[in-house]
T-cell receptor, first 114, second 118 residues
Framework: NAGVTQTPKFQVLKTGQSMTLQCAQDMNHEYMSWYRQDPGMGLRLIHYSVGAGITDQGEVPNGYNVSRSTTEDFPLRLLSAAPSQTSVYFC?????????????FGQGTRLTVV | AQKVTQAQTEISVVEKEDVTLDCVYETRDTTYYLFWYKQPPSGELVFLIRRNSFDEQNEISGRYSWNFQKSTSSFNFTITASQVVDSAVYFCALGPGRGGGSNYKLTFGKGTLLTVNP
């Protein structure tokens, strides 16, 4: 059981370049999300999805796009990278209910935009 | 709105000392979950514990223990006889007991950097 697989682990981009961070889960969770972690800020929600075909914005969505064509995959796209997007990114796969709530994270992607 | 406050930004202790990491939360939900995650220097987020708002029983796992007090909206984490390997950033997080609207997310505190010196 792989859990949440997030790639790549490290990436350096030049300003203006585009890239996609991949995230896949094998737990059949409906909810997936992307967070960014910046020093002193904790983890902040970028985008989330409540199921295939359904996405919505989090706290800091600007500069990022997402799509959810399958339950398993939730890629994060940077269309035109900016230095302000230098951060550590985490994908999460979650299950929320009254009886149980769980959240598992990928290994993280350390992105540097120069 | 949901909020998690970890007032301690950094804590430094000497090995074998006990240390408590504080977590205070705010929520209007009647059902919710609280989490602690550990982020070692390698960077991944390691799940430590999940606690349902209906279960106020304290939990102990080896050197780790958690004190959940609904009356003070706190979910504190104690490491007994700390070790150098405990050095990490620790995050407290709050999650909904059910999803709905924009509630499908975890709200994180800003984390506490724990350094255990030999």
């Amino acid at each position: 059981n792989a859990g949440v697989t997030q790639t790549p682990k490290f990436q350096v981009l030049k300003t203006g370049q585009s890239m996609t961070l991949q995230c896949a889960q094998d737990m059949n969770h409906e909810y997936m999300s992307w967070y960014r972690q910046d020093p002193g800020m904790g983890l902040r929600l970028i985008h989330y999805s409540v199921g295939a075909g359904i996405t919505d914005q989090g706290e800091v969505p600007n500069g990022y796009n997402v799509s959810r064509s399958t339950t398993e995959d939730f890629p994060l796209r940077l269309l035109s990278a900016a230095p302000s997007q230098t951060s550590v990114y985490f994908c999460a796969s979650s299950y929320f209910s009254r009886e149980n709530t769980e959240a598992f994270f990928g290994q993280g992607t350390r992105l540097t935009v120069v | 709105a949901q909020k998690v406050t970890q007032a301690q930004t950094e804590i430094s202790v000497v090995e074998k000392e006990d240390v408590t990491l504080d977590c205070v939360y705010e929520t209007r939900d009647t059902t919710y979950y609280l989490f602690w995650y550990k982020q070692p220097p390698s960077g991944e987020l390691v799940f430590l514990i999940r606690r349902n708002s209906f279960d106020e029983q304290n939990e102990i796992s080896g050197r780790y223990s958690w004190n959940f007090q609904k009356s003070t909206s706190s979910f504190n984490f104690t490491i007994t006889a700390s070790q150098v390997v405990d050095s990490a950033v620790y995050f407290c997080a709050l999650g909904p007991g059910r999803g709905g609207g924009s509630n499908y997310k975890l709200t994180f505190g800003k984390g506490t950097l724990l350094t255990v010196n030999p």
